[in-house]
């Protein structure tokens, strides 16, 4: 889909994902650590303290010693980062409403009828 391409704001999915959820987090008057990130995002901690490295040699976040835990990093996002999650979430909410319509709960009851019927799963 136009406007989506992964190159207009050089980030992976999982960046994306850590990203936004670390812009979330901040915007409801949380400071997360790496390991709350990884729970919100639902992702690996390893993986999420990888990514985390990523995204703050990109300049769209800063780490900073917990006070309250040294061996645990705070997570602030810079006004880039925050610039930058706030047009890739604008962007990704476009898409969804791009795909879904106007009608958005009866895609999401023909989704869950089509994830009932996998031949995987039962029902």
Do not use: I
Not at 19 to 47: F, I, S, Y
Not at 49 to 61: F, H, M, N, T
Not at 90 to 110: I, K, Q, S
Not at 114 to 121: A, K
Request: net charge positive; hydrophobic share 40%.
């Amino acid at each position: 889909m136009p406007g989506l391409h992964t190159g207009c704001y050089e980030l992976t999915h999982v960046q994306f994902v850590l990203l936004a959820c670390a812009w979330w987090l901040g915007e409801h008057g949380q400071a997360p650590n790496q390991l709350g990130l990884a729970r919100q995002a639902g992702t690996d901690v390893k993986m999420t303290s990888q990514v985390v490295r990523k995204l703050a040699v990109k300049g769209l976040l800063e780490r900073e010693v917990d006070p309250a835990d040294t061996r645990a990093r705070r997570l602030r996002l810079t006004p880039a980062g925050a610039e930058l999650a706030r047009r890739a979430v604008r962007a990704v909410e476009a898409v969804d409403a791009e795909f879904f319509g106007p009608d958005e709960p009866a895609a999401t009851r023909l989704l869950t009828r089509m994830l009932r019927r996998r031949p995987d799963r039962p029902g």
